[in-house]
């Protein structure tokens, strides 16, 4: 038992004590010897870097996005246990970066006295565990930050990601509303309407869509006093970090060193590694072609390099990880209106928005007529404006589309990937692996 929770709380090593996002924080022995906490809890934001990679990774190239060439990365196009050949290399980095989040959160959480703090510290235990649960399913809980020089023992076996949506993600995700304002937001850090975004998010992954309709209405309509807005053009959105159309994003920084940063996945889209040369998936070049117009396409595609150069080379791979953005939470306001019962015309002008940017054409409303027909319209758009943005596998498993929208049967124990094998070997066995791997 304490092996793991050795494991664990090596994590707690390198969290820092800066109070500049761009500095490298030194490193700290225990919470008893910290008195700024704000270093902390910057930790708790660097560490969020090492989930970006994997997580673009499962969100597009798990998905009909994007395609690898090189073994065993082409084991993402393949829907069986072969994702086993990479735990170590890309789930145990993705695993350790965010209990590193959780672990610096926790700090935060149990010793500073400033309630902005708090509740920052919480949004980002939340996100964290969000993310964890939405690729791993039942997850370890830690809701402590214990002494490094008096470890105790404690439950480390997974509890399920139902228990974790409404014992962790919801109950810090509504703390974090109640703690903060928007006055983070041109600085990257969480805030109010980040945490109405995330939460409403939250609720929709759990099917929950009366709970998120009301968070993610006060956004959208929120949005315009806080600063936030659609960006005219759509490029312009990659092209620079904390632009207007940007909720929350997990800043760049040279001081983090992890196996993953956002570089990795920047690298693999723009087929500049042999994992990928030839990245794209030519589903989403047909998706495109049946949105004649799109100007997101030159954006997001290009048919020569059979790559995407939605986060533009010319800046390198120095982009920041974009969380949420004001379209994304349009389209699951669109979504949650939808399974709402609201007509048709009603949830289709939220959509028509981001099509106007798109400089297209509203959608037919006496056509998309139906639940179902609306549905389906809801979650093309999204393919097309965040494709590259690692959301549509975790689109297709939150809708129940999976097998519809990439044509084939597919055992669901593959919704999910596998555990990290040095996490289950260090707990003897009390963590356990997912079915089917």
């Known amino acids: ?125 939340a996100l964290s565990y969000f993310k964890l649960v939405q690729v791993f399913g039942d997850v370890t809980v830690i809701l402590t930050s214990p002494d490094i020089e008096d470890i105790p023992t404690f439950d480390l076996a997974r509890q399920s990601a139902d228990q974790v949506y409404n014992t962790v ?51 959208v309509n929120g949005a315009g006093g806080a600063g936030v807005s659609l960006q005219e053009n759509f490029e312009d959105i990659f092209v620079s970090d904390l632009n ?26 723009f087929g500049l590694d042999t994992k990928a040369l030839d990245p794209l998936d030519l589903s989403l070049v047909e998706a495109f072609d049946n949105s004649p117009g799109d100007l997101r396409r030159a954006v997001t595609i290009d048919l020569e390099t059979l790559a995407s150069p939605k986060f533009p080379q010319s800046d390198g791979p120095e982009h920041d990880w974009i969380e949420l953005r004001l379209a994304d939470v349009m389209l699951l306001y669109a979504e949650a209106m939808n399974e709402n019962g609201a007509s048709a015309e009603d949830v289709l002008d939220e959509l028509d928005a981001i099509r106007t940017r798109a400089g297209l054409d509203p959608l037919d409303h006496t056509v998309l007529n139906t639940q179902a027909l609306v549905r389906k319209a809801i979650l093309d758009e999204r393919r097309l404006e965040l494709a590259f943005e690692g959301h549509r596998w975790f689109d297709l498993v939150r809708t129940g589309t999976v097998e519809t929208e990439l044509g084939e049967s597919i055992n669901n124990n593959y919704f999910l990937f596998p555990i990290p094998i040095s996490e289950i070997l260090a707990s003897d066995g009390v963590i356990t692996q997912n079915a089917g791997y």
């Open 169 to 219: 993600i919801v109950p810090d995700l509504q703390d974090a509303i109640a703690a903060l304002d928007n006055s983070g937001l041109g600085n990257g850090r969480a805030t109010d309407l980040a945490a109405r975004g995330i939460l409403g998010k939250v609720y929709m992954t759990m099917g929950n869509f009366g709970s998120a309709e009301p968070l993610l209405a006060a956004v």
């Open 244 to 269: 207007s159309e940007i909720i929350f994003a997990t800043q760049k920084s040279s001081s983090i060193v992890d196996e993953y940063g956002f570089s990795e996945f920047w690298e693999w889209s």
């Open 1 to 125: 038992m304490k092996n793991i929770y050795l494991l664990f709380l090596g994590s707690l090593l390198s969290i820092a004590c800066s109070t500049d996002l761009d500095e490298v924080p030194p490193n700290v022995a225990s919470a008893d010897s910290l008195t700024d906490f704000e270093g902390v809890l910057n930790a708790a934001y660097y560490y969020q870097l090492g989930a970006a990679t994997p997580m673009a990774v499962m969100g597009d190239f798990r998905a009909d996005n994007a395609l690898m060439q090189e073994s065993p990365y082409t084991e993402f196009d393949v829907y069986g246990p072969g994702l086993t050949a990479m735990e170590d290399q890309f789930f145990g980095p993705f695993y350790t970066a965010l209990y590193k989040s959780i672990l610096s959160s926790n700090n935060v959480i149990e010793n500073s006295d400033d309630a902005t703090q708090i509740g920052e510290a919480k949004f980002l235990r």
